[in-house]
């Protein structure tokens, strides 16, 4: 536990020092602030633009503010994991190639600790980071829509960076033995496959951790709908991820 706990301290000094704890945060903050005010000031931005037909602005109905929050937790599902995703691609595929890992596994250093540290790193930002950018939605949508239920938020960013964290997982996975943007690639290729297969077959599918973005809409709309079987398959797949990039980091370690 010390190792990790040491290894983890370096890794967020650097993410403070390459500034990525103060860049993912506000890139949250920014995209979780869009969503209530677009929608607020949707009926000016199309008067605006002048191309409106005459009447459409009449049956406008401002969504509520639980809908508007829901809405802003799906904007994390492609922007915010195209940079988390980003942010970890070269995690430990930049240490291989410089050869830092070597000389790492080369000290008293197990690879779990390793990756369980960059790991862990990892989770801080997004757990900064969406915490953030929710909090940042919730009070323009509570000052310019209504009140919002904080007990329903927390819940439902919990399921949806869960999900995020699973993309994060598996590009960590893929940077142990693939280079960055490879490893960014694959990430994001099986999270769109995971989520194009639960939405082809939603009711077979409903385990998978796919599902956990629609659960997290049903939270926040309606306070209710949780189910554990795509909380426990995106356990296992995260815990997977990071065994599998252990292992690979493993046959990194010089004979001795």
Known sequence: MRNIWTLYHKEMLESLRSYKLIWVPVVFIILGIMQPLTTYYMPEILKASGNVPPGMLEGYEMPGSAVVMAQALGQYGTIGMLILVLGVMNSLA?????????????????????????????????????????????????????????????????????????????????????????????????AAAMSLAHSLLPSLLDWMPAALTAISAEMMTEGDGMAWGPIFSAVVLIVICVASASLFIHRKQLPE
Do not use: D, H
Not at 126 to 145: D, S
Not at 146 to 173: D, E, F, I, K, R
């Open 94 to 190: 930049g240490e291989r190639s410089s050869g830092t890992i070597e000389m790492l596994l080369a000290k008293p250093v197990a690879p779990a600790a390793i990756v369980s540290a960059k790991w862990a790193a990892q989770l801080t930002v997004l757990v900064m980071a969406l915490g953030l950018g929710a909090a940042g939605a919730a009070y323009y949508t509570e000052q310019l829509m209504g009140p919002v239920s904080w007990s329903n938020l927390a819940a439902a960013a919990g399921l949806y960076g869960l999900w995020l964290l699973c993309a994060v997982s598996l590009t960590l996975l893929f940077s142990a033995w693939l280079r960055g943007p490879a490893a960014a690639f694959l990430g994001l290729l099986a």
